[in-house]
């Protein structure tokens, strides 16, 4: 179990806690629209890059990215579809934040004794302060265009992007 347990809390911290991934108050997502929502969902997660086998043994969460985009989607699915994802944020200039287990759990870490030490010795005293630093409504008018344009051309994934509103994960 306890084998079990460091595992799962690594691929699940790696998914959401790298630097990188931003943090939202309640106060940010109220009255977003479909393409903040996703916005969020892209900013707020991040993958893991391994073998095959390493997929299969995190249960393709290292794909964490396309699991909060696509929730419903089987596991599964979701190496096929991460290509897609990327190119469209390359597109879009949206961060797509992915790196092997080692780094992303260094940065974890990292994070985490960032958050925790109080401002006098290096800590953060306002953790939301990360996502105003970005212009989020230029990027989430930036997403909803890449799936408006992206469905009149029927590419497989940004019609998912349209099929899912905001929900769930």
């Known amino acids: ?7 799962s809390f690594t691929i699940i911290f790696c ?8 943090e939202f108050s309640e ?3 109220e009255n977003e629209s479909r393409g903040q929502w996703y916005y969020r969902q892209l900013l707020g997660s991040a993958n893991l890059t391994g073998s095959k086998l390493f997929h299969v043994l995190a249960g393709n969460l290292s794909f964490q990215i396309e699991h909060h985009l696509f929730p419903d989607l089987p596991a599964n699915r979701y190496a096929e ?3 897609e994802v990327q190119e469209i944020c390359e597109r879009y200039g949206i961060p ?6 080692g780094k992303q759990f260094g940065s974890v870490v990292k994070k985490i004794c960032r958050l925790a030490l109080p401002d006098s ?9 990360v996502t105003r630093d970005h ?7 930036a997403v909803q265009d890449a799936t408006a344009h992206s469905v ?7 019609s998912f992007f349209t099929a899912k509103g905001p929900g769930s994960a």
């Not at 797509?96 to 287990?101: A, E, I, K, T």
């Not at 010795?121 to 302060?129: L, M, S």
């Not at 212009?135 to 008018?141: I, Q, V």
Request: net charge negative; no cysteine.
């Open 1 to 7: 179990n306890l084998a079990r347990n460091v595992w």
């Open 15 to 22: 998914g959401h806690f790298p630097e990188g991934t931003h």
């Open 27 to 29: 106060e940010e997502t």
């Open 81 to 83: 579809i991460s290509t």
């Open 96 to 101: 797509y934040n992915v790196g092997p287990l």
């Open 121 to 129: 010795i290096g800590g953060r005293k306002d953790h939301a302060a």
């Open 135 to 141: 212009d989020r409504n230029g990027f989430a008018g």
């Open 152 to 158: 009149d051309r029927r590419e497989p994934v940004a």
